[in-house]
T-cell receptor
Framework: DAKTTQPNSMESNEEEPVHLPCNHS???????IHWYRQLPSQGPEYVIH?????VNNRMASLAIAEDRKSSTLILHRATLRDAAVYYC???????????WGLGTSLAVNP | DADVTQTPRNRITKTGKRIMLECSQT?????MYWYRQDPGLGLRLIYY???????NKGEISDGYSVSRQAQAKFSLSLESAIPNQTALYFC????????????????FGPGTRLTVL
């Protein structure tokens, strides 16, 4: 099953861009890359997902390396509300379960 | 109204008691999941169900059982609660329809905080 590696924590200033990295060197060709985030005292929420091409939505952008062994979640202008734990996950093979790591705890300074 | 609801939101119980946590969803999704979250260990999958007649064990199913009463309802039971089952429990759903490669974006409930004394 594909595993991911993320930094334990990162810090940013409000209204600055944030780049959250993730390594997934064992990813297979049909595995999607998902990003979720968990705000304090809440369940995880979907942020974005992609397969090969970079993706944008109203919350964030996802940049996927050409070899798909790494990806970066980009928050274009961090707000205090973006302080959360961010999880990078890849599909776990044909049974399509998601395997969760410990994520990156993002702190946003005012 | 929330798409994925969990009851109760908080529960304190004693060792040896049988506990049921309930999950309901209005998203019309086929797939439902139960996770537990412990500090420092992240989210771990307990059981998952891809449709009403399909139940599968996850990473840590010992001491737990589940029931998929309907497409919209998935219950988790602790047959005889023990203190190390104290954790935050999340239910999630995903839409299993479509063709591979699958995205399986999951949608989570608000969680149940369970304390076993």
């Amino acid at each position: 099953d594909a595993k991911t590696t993320q930094p334990n924590s990162m810090e940013s200033n409000e209204e600055e861009p944030v780049h959250l990295p993730c390594n997934h060197s064992t990813i297979s060709g049909t595995d999607y890359i998902h990003w979720y985030r968990q705000l304090p005292s809440q369940g995880p929420e979907y942020v974005i997902h992609g397969l090969t091409s970079n993706v944008n939505n109203r919350m964030a952008s996802l940049a996927i390396a050409e070899d798909r062994k790494s990806s970066t979640l980009i928050l274009h202008r961090a707000t205090l509300r973006d302080a959360a734990v961010y999880y990078c996950i890849v599909n776990a093979g044909n049974n399509r379960k998601l395997i969760w790591g410990l994520g990156t705890s993002l702190a946003v300074n005012p | 109204d929330a798409d994925v609801t969990q009851t109760p939101r908080n529960r304190i119980t004693k060792t040896g008691k049988r506990i049921m946590l309930e999950c309901s969803q209005t998203k019309g999704h086929d797939r439902m999941y139960w996770y537990r979250q412990d500090p420092g260990l992240g989210l771990r999958l307990i059981y998952y169900s891809f449709d009403v007649k399909d139940i599968n064990k996850g990473e840590i199913s010992d001491g737990y059982s589940v029931s998929r009463q309907a497409q919209a309802k998935f219950s988790l039971s602790l047959e005889s609660a023990i203190p190390n089952q104290t954790a935050l429990y999340f239910c999630a759903t995903s839409n299993g329809r479509g063709s591979p490669p699958y995205t399986d974006t999951q949608y989570f409930g608000p969680g149940t905080r369970l304390t076993v004394l």
